[in-house]
């Protein structure tokens, strides 16, 4: 009776736990990320979501392949969007300013650079899903 609650209250805490931890610890490690405007709120917790669900290392697969597939949809965006050029240039001299300046601005702002400069990750990290699965499965 008492014993075998206890068990499994105790089995029950340690996933919650090592899921909050996890998920914690990306929250963490994306925040900057989001102080700097060049992620989303939604994606930074969505990602913890996953991260947390799947585990450290089908966690870290998922993210690591979400953001291949982010990578290249912004590549394919930039190009198709004639705005590549302009972009690499701004992340140049926005990486520049704020290694030599010491005062970190916000690498997005959609007044000054618009919708055409960003996408949602979700779609991303859904393909990360995919990716991780066949990766964890070839």
Same mark, same amino acid.
């Given at each position: 009776g008492t014993a075998v609650t206890v068990v499994l209250a105790l089995m029950v805490l340690a996933v919650i736990g090592g899921y909050?931890? &996890?998920?914690?610890? +990306?929250?963490i490690v994306l925040f900057p990320l989001y102080l700097f405007r060049m992620i989303g !709120?939604?994606?930074?917790?969505?990602?913890?979501?996953?991260?947390?669900?799947? /585990?450290?290392? #089908? @966690? @870290?697969?998922?993210?690591?392949?979400?953001?291949? !597939?982010? /990578?290249?949809w912004s590549?394919?965006?930039?190009?198709?969007?004639?705005? !590549? &050029? #302009?972009?690499?240039? $701004?992340?140049?001299?926005y990486l520049y300013r704020s290694a030599l300046g010491g005062s970190v601005e916000p690498y997005y702002l959609e007044a000054r650079d618009g919708k055409e400069a960003s996408f949602c990750l979700a779609p991303c990290l859904f393909? @990360?899903?995919?990716?991780?699965? +066949?990766? &964890? $499965? +070839?």
């Open positions: 909050l931890i &996890r998920v914690g610890s +990306l929250l !709120a939604g994606d930074i917790k969505m990602a913890a979501v996953l991260f947390g669900a799947a /585990g450290l290392r #089908q @966690g @870290g697969r998922i993210f690591l392949c979400g953001l291949a !597939a982010a /990578g290249i590549l394919v965006l930039l190009i198709r969007r004639g705005i !590549a &050029r #302009q972009r690499l240039t $701004y992340l140049v001299f393909l @990360g899903v995919i990716g991780a699965e +066949l990766i &964890r $499965y +070839l």
